[in-house]
């Protein structure tokens, strides 16, 4: 489907907001955005990035899973309402998303809103690769829990390839500003996006504010993301913001 968005995998200096970010009101802060953790530089050896890596996702997933419920599900609800305010979102027919874990940001807004103008995919985790499943939140059999304790489709539900795919939505523990990803260390998204079939489509990685840092350790291979939304707006390249 061609949907008017011009991926490209370069790295892009600065993504801009398409929405006009609003700053959340103290009260449901969870603290001074990106004020967890401070830049980290490009560091030179394999060891000392995966050690950045491992402790500065140790210090987001903690400070995530502290978040009040309220307040997690406030600042979720904001951010599913950037991305159906998105041009790049709502031309989307088929969309590849996930179901919260460890307090990641929900999306089941976008499920329940929008389930009859397009059609969802969810991952399972098969080995070392992810397996992407047609899913629909009003039929179909109910999701399981996977070997990772995530939310899985059945397996025996029919399967997406990459060439129907329109949007991934990708989860994460952070983003920088120039859409490089932290994930958990498993490399399931970063195998996937690497493949010439999957690297062609629009990415946008979620996350809640105070986990888009200025800058992240990344290595050679990493990918970074065409896009970041949060709860404070919906940050893309201009190619994406048609």
């Not at 929405?19 to 969870?30: A, F, G, R, V």
């Not at 397009?118 to 629909?136: I, Q, Y």
């Not at 990493?222 to 201009?238: A, H, M, N, S, Y």
Request: hydrophobic content about 35%.
């Amino acid at each position: 489907m061609n949907n008017g968005v011009n991926p490209t995998n370069s790295v892009n200096p600065s993504l801009t907001p398409l929405t006009s970010p609003n700053s959340p009101s103290s009260s449901d802060q969870l603290s001074p955005p990106n004020s967890l953790n401070p830049t980290h530089p490009p560091v030179s050896t394999k060891a000392a990035r995966a050690s950045q890596k491992a402790a500065l996702r140790r210090s987001l997933l903690k400070a995530r899973q502290a978040m009040p419920q309220e307040i997690w599900r406030q600042k979720s609800d904001r951010l599913c309402g950037h991305l159906q305010n998105a041009p790049c979102f709502t031309a989307a027919r088929t969309i590849l998303a996930y179901f919260s874990f460890r307090q990641e940001p929900d999306l089941s807004v976008l499920f329940e809103a929008q389930s009859s103008r397009h059609r969802w995919g969810l991952p399972r985790c098969v080995g070392t690769a992810l397996t992407w499943h047609e899913w629909s939140p009003n039929s179909g059999p109910r999701l399981q829990t996977g070997s990772y304790g995530i939310p899985e489709p059945d397996p025996n539900s029919p399967t997406l390839t990459a060439a129907e795919i329109d949007l991934i939505l990708v989860p994460a523990v952070a983003c920088d500003v120039r859409g490089y990803r932290l994930g958990y260390g498993g490399g399931f998204y970063d195998r996937l996006l690497s493949t010439p079939a999957w690297s062609r489509i629009p990415t946008i990685g979620i996350v809640f504010e105070f986990a888009r840092l200025p800058q992240i350790p990344y290595d050679p291979w990493d990918r970074p993301l065409q896009g970041i939304c949060t709860e404070v707006g919906l940050f893309l390249p201009k190619s994406m913001q048609r």
